[in-house]
T-cell receptor, first 114, second 113 residues
Framework: NAGVTQTPKFRVLKTGQSMTLLCAQD?????MYWYRQDPGMGLRLIHY???????AKGEVPDGYNVSRLKKQNFLLGLESAAPSQTSVYFC?????????????FGPGTRLTVL | SQQGEEDPQALSIQEGENATMNCSYK?????LQWYRQNSGRGLVHLIL?????REKHSGRLRVTLDTSKKSSSLLITASRAADTASYFC?????????????FGIGTKLQVIP
């Protein structure tokens, strides 16, 4: 199993450009998450999904949109990138059953917005 | 807002010594998890302790949980250079269909060979 994969690994954007980050998992997990990690801030939840076709806002959703058209994929979109969105983005997934399941993380996408 | 706060934010020890990291949180939780992050990588789950447990072991890791003080500690015994990483606590506090997991800002551990 590949686990959780993220595409791309690195990206540089100019202010106002758009892009989509792709997360894929092959563990048949129901729940998927997008986080951003900034120095001194820990991980902050952007959006999450509890199943195919459903998404919800997390702690810092502004400026981002998501879609979960297939169970194994969770896409994060930036419609008009801003320098404040420079960060490392992590995708994670976990099983639905029970309250005691760990999250599995992808390797991250390092995004720089100039 | 950050639920978990790790202490210290940075720790440097010699190989073979024990490393202790603490995590404090504010609200009631279902469980508390510890994750490790090597530089430039994603987080890896280490251990989970449930709210009705007080201590848990996994190899060289020992986790304690004191729900009355809303705090947890992670002890790594006989540290190795390969333990150099950032360690995060994550509190799981949700109910129903979605468990809200909140991560702290982490403790950066350096183990000197």
């Amino acid at each position: 199993n590949a686990g959780v994969t993220q595409t791309p690994k690195f990206r540089v954007l100019k202010t106002g450009q758009s892009m989509t980050l792709l997360c894929a998992q092959d563990m048949n997990h129901e729940y998927m998450y997008w986080y951003r990690q900034d120095p001194g801030m820990g991980l902050r939840l952007i959006h999450y999904s509890v199943g195919e076709g459903t998404t919800a806002k997390g702690e810092v959703p502004d400026g981002y949109n998501v879609s979960r058209l297939k169970k194994q994929n969770f896409l994060l979109g930036l419609e008009s990138a801003a320098p404040s969105q420079t960060s490392v983005y992590f995708c994670a997934s976990r099983k639905r059953e029970g309250p005691y399941n760990e999250q599995f993380f992808g390797p991250g996408t390092r995004l720089t917005v100039l | 807002s950050q639920q978990g706060e790790e202490d210290p934010q940075a720790l440097s020890i010699q190989e073979g010594e024990n490393a202790t990291m603490n995590c404090s949180y504010k609200t009631s939780i279902n469980n508390l998890q510890w994750y490790r992050q090597n530089s430039g990588r994603g987080l890896v789950h280490l251990i989970l302790i449930r709210s009705n447990e007080r201590e848990k072991h996994s190899g060289r890791l020992r986790v304690t949980l004191d729900t009355s003080k809303k705090s947890s500690s992670l002890l790594i015994t006989a540290s190795r250079a390969a333990d150099t990483a950032s360690y995060f606590c994550a509190t799981d506090e949700g109910t129903g269909g979605y468990q809200k997991v909140t991560f702290g800002i982490g403790t950066k551990l350096q183990v000197i060979p």
